[in-house]
């Protein structure tokens, strides 16, 4: 039997797609190994979003060498974003590798593998780039592929991502995903629901809805729509499936009706994840984010009327194109407004083939960058912590995934073990529990509070009247 080794790297729809991929090589007679040395191929996927995470991937390409040229029969793949962005340069990089697969042709992986096993060389498979055709020509060449769920490739069983659109065309300046995921395209509402089922009855409590701007999400059959707040609708009559949240959020369409259907059904966790990116017009302008401050705010504000209770995170980029001091704090002064659970705060990085690329200077020199990064980092952690001491004294319910990384490694027999949880608005909460508790709800009281997690104890006295902090 063949063994496969897949090393993932990027965002969530990456781990889904190793996920898809895993179950389908699966399906082919594969088997899982845990080391790229005892594995026949070695999958590598991809992100191309910034640089860094492209240097790392040629660095561990550049590791499997050796054993490659000790072995020439160990296949090598790479996969995802970065594979549709540089295709053969990749093999004129690291000429040992075997198969360039783009994210939307990891269907054909399997015959592909069995292409290269029969001697017939190095294969690539890629979807067209977004000049090769008309818009519904590169829209095909950009295949979802969720065919069968592998539980056993989940960092937990019961948690899950679904996709529920792939691509985006929103095209922000600095971002290389319109291209590398092709155009927006919605799955069809009956396939996004039969898959929840398969979750469900796979004893998967949580699904996680993805998409780049998951809320603009929109389905047309004939002349019926379904948008993403009658998706919620319908995916919350799914028996089994206790939690529903989804990323990444659109900010100008975080609308009144998708905000009172998160607020109106209880399976949905009222945590959104809406980056921002800059507090600053005129940064935001340049990144052709299409919407200004005022706008932000007035959405900041529309969640703030109708699901007060909601914890909202951003993604912000420091140090892109002509980010002045003065833009810089409005990024600041825009985390110190709405208090974000949380923020992922990056350093702008150039991306081949991108609108900023062409046009604009990328004049914000390292040091500057990294110091607006650890800036904005330390206002962002400041105001997560004193948020999170807020909730000391409450009780939250958490679904638990497991032992924390610490518990993991110790005596695997032992009674009481530092368990993980994590709450609808997506707080990570530890507590002393056992393994087995690992898959349920349960109600945890807050004793103490870091930046990014909540210590607790479980909440042994069940007093109905506790009012549980929808947190
Ligand atoms: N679709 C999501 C984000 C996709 S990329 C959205 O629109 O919010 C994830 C994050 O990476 C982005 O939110 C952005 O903050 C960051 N990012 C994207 N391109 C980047 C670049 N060229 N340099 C630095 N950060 C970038
Ligand atoms: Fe990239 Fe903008 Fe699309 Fe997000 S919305 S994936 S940042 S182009």
Sequence with gaps: M?????????CQMNVLDSEMVIADLKRHGYTVVDSPLDADCVLYNTCSVREHAEDKIY????KIRAAKEADPSKM??????????DQETIFKRAPYVDMVVGPGQLHTIPELLQRIGRGEGRQLAVSLSRTEGSQATIARSHETFDPLRDPTMRPTPFQAYLRIQIGCDKFCTYCVVPNTRGPEQGRPPAQILSEARILAEQGCREITLLGQTVNSYRYRDGDHT?????????LHEVDGIDRIKFVTNYPKDMTERLLTTVR???KCSPYLHVPAQSGSDVVLKRMKRGYTIADYMEMFERIERILPEAAVSSDFIVGFCGETEEDFQKSVALIERCRFKNSFIFQYSVRPGTQAS?????????????????ELLAVQDAIAKEDNLKLVGSVVEVLVEGPSKKAAKSDP????????????????????GNRRQAGQFMKIAIDDALVHTLIGRVQTVDV????????
């Design 226 to 234: 379904t948008d993403m707040a009658s998706l919620l609708e319908e």
């Design 264 to 266: 109106d059904l209880p």
């Design 358 to 374: 062409k046009r604009l200077e990328d004049d914000i020199p390292h040091d500057v960058k990294v110091r607006r990064n650890n």
């Design 464 to 471: 109905v009247s506790i009012d549980l902090a929808r947190t």
């Design 2 to 10: 063949s063994k496969v080794f897949i090393h993932t790297v990027g």
């Design 76 to 85: 090598i793949g790479v996969m995802g974003c970065m594979a549709q962005k």
């Design 413 to 432: 027999d032992a009674n009481v073990v530092q368990m993980v949880g994590r709450t609808p608005c997506d707080r990570i909460v530890v507590f002393d």
């Design 59 to 62: 660095s561990a390409l550049g």
